[in-house]
């Protein structure tokens, strides 16, 4: 618990960065055609790479785990460089075709873009493109350190790459070069290889060229990651769809789109993302081991954990959208309609925070037990879900249908998931998690109560900012003391965690 809870605090850290570089971004281009065409850059990579690099990295770690465990740490290492190898010569590959061809690409995804806009993305994309090279080795060294128990650097990794963004923001802007925002980024995601390739080196990494298409555990670990590879490119979908839709919006809707999105991604990832990062090699090598009643159990205190961090954080997005929005992003060339868009699609994006969330975690489990077709389907059909419903939404409710399909789709494919691991490995002790929804929603819809009633209040007499400070503060307080009521379990053992490392620093004091 004690590591679960620094790496917590880290991770909040890195992303404050990270939340500090789309501020930026912001402040000095708000929600217009060169943020459009930014974001739009951004996204290219991610759709042409990620699906095989998120494939690759998600099925490294139990691979990795079976290599050390069955052939020694010697191998383990190889197997390492074998795999860098192979990805880089395969992003080498992408990056020629995703250059060559950037004009049809950039089409494809914004639909709505001509004249100097589609130009501008056109020159973003192929710049940002050469980050592939870059990511592909760090992502593989980070899940080498998290089997290695070091979770600290893959925490922090992300305060390199957003320094780096936000000076290329910076400069763009004040050297009229939108040019420089491309380039920048590239230049972050080298950053990021600065700082991890030497903490993997004092875990007993060693580079070597190896390249050895014939080796077993390499083609066991495409076999594995072929379904994610699908998976998550089906998920990509997701992004093209709602990218074009958006792109037929109002001028500022994919900006919009995306600041809301960072702001649940921003929660998403400093809670879901870094606790599964911490348990996917642990679940890796209770799988190996076929030690499952530590395996469902890891599940059980994870979900738990997650839903009554998430819960509250959802109650205040929904009650004050608007509010959040302008606190953070409300600067600038960030005007009063950037604003109202932006908090439009943060409550649609809001309303699936949690299965977002808890989605991470079940497949997390799923790839941990060598089974990646299951989350792939699952990933199939909420892409099918979301297509629909965004079509169907985005007429009555413009940007907020696109966020509020996202949601929808989210979910229902995390409850499929929930009855498909309960299936595969029986019961996970869901009536605890039921009580700890009911007590999270009980406490978290009197949170959101005192938040309304106190904001309505303190507006009257103060600034909004300090009203709004207060009534989080107070809301927070009631939450925290209601859930001690109510006995949850998770929040007493955080408590004890928390107490005994007090009693330690005293102790050495």
């Known amino acids: 618990?004690?590591?679960?809870?620094?790496?917590?605090?880290?991770?909040?850290?890195?992303?404050?960065?990270?939340?500090?570089?789309?501020?930026?971004?912001?402040?000095?281009?708000?929600?217009?055609?060169?943020?459009?065409?930014?974001?739009?850059?951004?996204?290219?990579?991610?759709?042409?790479?990620?699906?095989?690099?998120?494939?690759?990295?998600?099925?490294?770690?139990?691979?990795f785990s079976q290599v050390r465990l069955r052939e020694g740490d010697n191998e383990a290492i190889k197997f390492t460089n074998n795999v860098i190898n192979h990805v880089l010569l395969f992003t080498l590959g992408l990056f020629y075709v995703g250059y060559t061809f950037a004009n049809q690409i950039v089409q494809i995804f914004a639909t709505g873009f001509y004249g100097e806009r589609l130009n501008l993305t056109i020159e973003l994309t192929q710049l940002v493109l050469l980050s592939m090279f870059f990511t592909s080795v760090v992502t593989i060294l980070n899940g080498y350190l998290q089997q290695k128990r070091n979770f600290i650097i893959p925490a922090l990794v992300g305060i390199p790459l957003n320094l780096s963004i936000i000076v290329g923001i910076i400069l763009a802007y004040y050297f009229d070069q939108p040019l420089l925002l491309g380039a920048s980024y590239s230049v972050a995601t080298l950053s990021q290889l600065f700082f991890v390739l030497p903490a993997a080196y004092k875990n007993d990494f060693k580079y070597r060229f190896t390249l050895d298409t014939k080796n077993p555990y390499l083609f066991q670990l495409v076999k594995v990651a072929l379904p994610v590879m699908i998976g998550t490119s089906v998920n990509q979908i997701n992004v093209l769809v709602n990218r074009t839709i958006s792109s037929q919006l109002a001028v500022g809707s994919i900006s919009a789109l995306n600041y809301s999105y960072q702001l649940v991604f921003f929660v998403q990832s400093v809670f879901a993302l870094s606790v599964s990062s911490m348990i996917f090699p642990i679940m890796s090598d209770y799988a190996v081991q076929e030690d499952f009643v530590s395996f469902k159990k890891i599940i059980s205190k994870t979900v738990n954990l997650i839903y009554l961090i998430i819960f509250p954080i959802t109650v205040g997005a929904i009650i004050f959208p608007e509010q959040v929005v302008d606190l953070l992003f409300g600067r600038g060339n960030f005007d009063g309609d950037a604003i109202r868009l932006t908090a439009y699609a943060l409550i649609g994006y809001a309303v699936g925070m949690i299965a977002n969330a808890l989605r991470e975690v079940l497949s997390r489990s799923f790839y941990a037990l060598?089974?990646?077709?299951?989350?792939?389907?699952?990933?199939?059909?909420?892409?099918?879900?979301?297509?629909?419903?965004?079509?169907?939404?985005?007429?009555?409710?413009?940007?907020m249908g696109l966020s509020l399909a996202s949601s929808l789709a989210s979910i229902v494919t995390t409850i499929l998931l929930f009855i498909e691991i309960r299936r595969k490995v029986g019961q996970l002790n869901?009536?605890?998690?039921?009580?700890?929804?009911?007590?999270?929603?009980?406490?978290?819809?009197?949170?959101?109560?005192?938040?309304?009633?106190?904001?309505?209040?303190?507006?009257?007499?103060?600034?909004?900012?300090?009203?709004?400070?207060?009534?989080i503060v107070l809301g927070a307080v009631t939450y925290f003391v209601l859930l001690i009521l109510l006995r949850e379990q998770e929040i007493l053992e955080v408590l004890s965690t928390i107490t005994s490392s007090i009693k330690q620093i005293i102790k050495r004091s």
């Open 1 to 63: 618990m004690r590591t679960t809870i620094t790496v917590i605090l880290l991770t909040i850290l890195a992303k404050l960065f990270g939340f500090a570089r789309n501020i930026v971004l912001s402040y000095f281009f708000g929600a217009s055609a060169v943020s459009d065409a930014y974001l739009v850059a951004l996204s290219i990579p991610e759709v042409l790479y990620d699906f095989i690099i998120i494939g690759i990295s998600t099925s490294f770690i139990p691979i």
């Open 370 to 399: 060598g089974d990646s077709k299951t989350p792939m389907k699952n990933a199939m059909f909420g892409v099918v879900i979301n297509v629909v419903s965004a079509i169907l939404l985005s007429r009555t409710f413009g940007i």
């Open 430 to 471: 869901l009536r605890l998690f039921a009580l700890t929804v009911f007590k999270s929603s009980v406490a978290g819809i009197i949170m959101g109560i005192v938040c309304l009633v106190a904001y309505q209040y303190l507006v009257m007499i103060t600034l909004p900012i300090i009203a709004l400070a207060v009534s």
